[in-house]
């Protein structure tokens, strides 16, 4: 049994929580969140105590594995707390703004001997999953062009989201899902372009960035977080080879809290007839979070997503940003 402490009690606290709820070798013995509200809410849903203070929490119960659920500017703070206290880690995406700071959070971690892995779900959704399986087995041949978009709202969660030295912004919290995606299938970027908007306060909510990679794969990636009132949450991914091509598009409600009616389908392309895939629509968190805590159990390393993996994959979303800036070509 592992032992995890939920920190952060919001959307994906709750979501982390249901996840943790449905697997047999996890249970949740903490809660940390600043409001009391939230935190004794999602605690009473989990049947443990509630914490305003990490450090208090970290000190007085049984914890194997820390679960940061929180903005994104608060979790360098509670990863080197967790390293601290040689606690393993799994922290949501984005996990940092910069790679100052990811670097010190890698370097505590491996001091500490622990675990850490970033919550890059997109790996776990079903069809992005069976997109890679047809892909690894040479079922599409050689990839001539990829393209991965994701359009929502903005969304309504806080505050702190709208700032962008608070969350990064669409490029940081919603394109990065696509380009952590692509990177996970084809490897290395070896050089992007980006063009896009930025909004009043400084966030680059519309973009659209080139990527090409080491091994010659030209795709590119569209993230919008600024779509008008009503436009559902909606993400596509095309991957195009010289034997067959896959193609999927998902249009959910305002926002992903309305998943589960959306509509949902995956074509295969190239053979006598299109087929319609049939994917089981499990659920990608709960999946993420089966595979992590399996490893932790086991004592064998993650595999799914390595630091080396969050760091090249930064290092894009940061050179996006820059070309978002200059106008230019960037080169990592």
């Known amino acids: ?48 105590p509630w914490y305003a203070d990490g450090e208090a929490m970290l000190a007085a119960e049984p ?35 910069s790679m100052e700071s990811l670097e010190r959070m890698l370097a505590a971690v491996s001091e500490a ?18 997109t890679k399986e047809l892909y690894d087995a040479g079922e599409l041949g050689v990839v001539k062009y990829a393209r991965a978009s994701r359009l929502s709202v903005h969304p ?27 990177c996970y299938l084809f490897g290395k970027v070896k050089q992007v372009y980006a063009v896009g908007q930025k909004n009043a306060v400084g966030c680059w909510n519309h973009v659209a960035s080139s990527l090409t990679f080491e091994n010659g794969v030209q795709a590119t990636a569209e993230g919008i977080i600024e779509m008008p009132k009503g436009f559902p949450f909606t993400m596509e991914l095309n991957v195009v080879g010289d034997k067959k091509s896959v193609s999927y598009r998902m249009r959910a409600g305002t926002n992903l809290e309305d998943v ?31 595979d992590f805590i399996d490893h932790i159990e086991a004592g064998t390393p993650i595999t799914s ?15 996006i940003r820059t070309s978002l800036e200059t106008g230019q070509t960037v080169a990592l």
């Open 113 to 130: 001997g622990v675990q850490f892995a970033v919550g890059q779900a997109v790996r776990f959704w079903p069809e992005y999953v069976k």
């Open 260 to 290: 589960a009616s959306a509509v949902r389908e995956t074509w295969l392309y190239g053979g006598d007839e299109p087929q319609l895939l049939d994917i089981d629509p499990f659920d990608a968190y709960q999946r993420e979070l089966e």
């Open 305 to 319: 997503i390595t630091p080396e993996d969050v760091r090249h994959v930064l290092s894009v979303i940061l050179a």
């Open 1 to 48: 049994m592992v032992n995890v402490a939920i920190v952060g009690a919001g959307f994906m606290g709750k979501t982390h929580l249901t996840a943790y709820q449905a697997m047999k070798n996890v249970k949740v013995t903490a809660v940390c969140d600043l409001g009391e509200a939230a935190g004794r809410a999602l605690a009473e849903a989990a049947g443990c």
């Open 63 to 97: 914890v194997d594995v820390v679960d940061i659920c929180l903005p994104t500017f608060l979790h360098e703070q509670y990863v080197l707390l967790a390293a601290k206290h040689k606690k393993h880690v799994i922290c949501e995406k984005p996990v940092t703004l």
């Open 156 to 182: 309504l969660w806080s505050e702190w989201y709208r700032k962008p030295e608070n969350s990064g912004g669409g490029l940081f919290d919603l394109h990065l899902h696509d380009v952590d995606y692509l």
